[in-house]
């Protein structure tokens, strides 16, 4: 599986730096790495740093709306309405 691969990739930029991918995701959009790591296992991001021989199999990209109630949210969140 590639990087273009992961389900919803499409509501991410993803940018090749030599041998990692950065993959951030598009407003409303949230990833999490199922890398079985128990104190991440809620952690949500908005941008990861991946090398290309990661397994993007693990990946997950989900919309706001779709997140688990006990999601936490990792990284930069613009709130559009007070700017």
């Not at 940018?15 to 296992?41: C, F, K, P």
């Amino acid at each position: 599986m590639t990087v273009y691969d992961i389900p919803n990739i499409e509501h991410c930029t993803v940018e090749q730096i030599g041998r990692m991918y950065r993959i951030t995701s598009h407003d409303g959009w949230y990833i999490h790495l199922n890398n079985g790591v128990e104190d991440t296992v809620n952690v949500w991001k908005t941008a990861v740093a991946l090398p290309s021989s990661y397994d993007f199999s693990i990946v997950e990209i989900r919309a706001e709306a779709d997140l688990p109630p006990e999601a936490e949210i990792c990284g930069i969140v613009t709130n559009t309405e007070t700017m």
